[in-house]
């Protein structure tokens, strides 16, 4: 049995970890593009604000391949699967066989198709190679314009603030984090880091990165220029689907991928952010390029490789940030678009606190916390488990909901709550 | 694996886990002392409420497919590989909250301002953890599914 891993971050390290657990022998190889794949992306923010130190960043350690019998193939990229022969071709024309493959090429960021892209300082922030680069020329940049309220952006415009740059965002968009909560929800974080020194503004897009070789400032298209030295491209990612495309494996947005994460082909595996799979609170093929659910995907992805057959409840989107001091989570679908969703929403201004519950026939959907996010778990527990919710109702946005008061669901519950963890409760309430 | 149940027809709510758990976790380790201690020891424990006179005593269940551990993105929390307890190593902690999105149980503990979480550690320097000792009613119980499931039915 030779197992081959293409892309070697959360999806792919937690594949490798998946198969050793039930294989301890068999061969297998992973091909990365990047040269060190055993950092979590999520933290490249946090190292280019220098909140955390360069050991933080590693997610592994450097004998992660070596204990586990894996041969990397590393700063290599996979350019064809050839799916009747069972192998892939790589950059030096080398061909590599599989028995099972596993496609977890992640995704890249969508860079604006703007004149001036391609000066130098632009950037995303997606690999530690872009915090590197940004790194070595932030002593010559005084000012810097991010394009994209997203995660990505906002999380760069904190950590360049945190370096003492002056920092502007712009969002074409009417609010921040416009993907991942409401408008009430962003006003409440957009107040914190306007507060703090970041200037963002709103419903404005860049049209120009001007600037001789390198960047000295954004076009935007409200006619006024915005002068920078460096510009941060936040605009979210696409998933990386040519290879399976090419192979003529079965795509949409991403890699379709079914309960057991294979794809349309035999032996074929696909995790991670470049995988679409069931989106729990939609009900719909999705693709949540999230961390846990790359994780998630990977491990089961890994164990079914081997043989087990493991299947996968499908993903939830879900996001946790904080900015200076005030944290917001979200999971599931926080902007219903039909009269068919309810909400229910608890204030309190003085002290920063958001919450809202998205409820579809008496099951929660999706759910916002912001600055009081104790328990939010407990919600998206009820969320995967398609819980009815409505003895609870009442009290699920009150100081004192916790685990004890959805006991009573969980023993209740038939389709959900199969872990072993519940059965405590099931047992004895 | 060996851990800590709660037999809810048993537990009065009163709360003695909790103060075991947070003096076991002080500096001093003694209740009279650990109530001036600065900061102020955290439980890792919570008696709750299920709905009058019923009450149940929770913590961190070290979730065989813990969706605490495949969240964390720094490492922080892992499973340990002898004892498939999950653990957690507060050197690596980014306080990224991503543990406290998933925990289906709320067993996880945010400190603010240190930007690092807490939880159940199962009481490493003791043969029985202080919540289980602590408590008065014997609700809470230490040892596998399988035993805790016999004990139940008895």
Redesign the interface.
Known sequence: MQYVIIGSSAAGINAIEAIRTKDKTSKIIIISDEKNPLYSRCLISYLLAGTIDGKKIWYKPDSFFKDNKVEALLGIKAEKINIKKKEIAIGNKEKIKFDKLLIATGASPKLEDIPGIDKKGVFPLRTIEHTTEIQSMLDKVKSVAVLGGGLIGLRAAYALKNRGKNVSVFVKSGSILSQIIDKDAAGIMQKRIEERGIKIFTGVAAKEITGAKSVDGVALDNGSKHDCELVIIGKGVSPNVEIAKDAGIKTSWGILANERLRTGVEDIFTAGDVSETNDIALEESSINAIWPAACEQGRIAGLNMTGENETYEGSLAMNSIEFFGLPVISVGITKPKSDRYKEIVKKDAGKNIYKKIVLKDGIIVGVIFVNSIENIGIIGTLIKNKADVTSIKDIMLEDYFDYGKIAPLIKKSKRGFKEPEFKETIMTL | MKKI?????KCLGCGSCEIACAIEHSKSRELNKSIAESPLPVKRR?A????ES???S?GC?H???A?CV??C???AMYKDKKTALTQHDKD?C???????????????T?L?EEKIVLKCDLCPDRDKPACVEACQTKSLFLGT?KE??KI?ST
Do not use: D, Q
């Open positions: 149940y709660c037999n809810i027809k919570k709750e409420f299920v709905e019923v009450s149940i929770t269940h979730c065989e497919n969706a495949t969240a993105m720094s490492g690596r980014v306080g990224c909250w991503m543990c406290i999105m998933t925990c289906p149980f709320g067993a996880v945010r603010r599914l805790f499931t139940c």
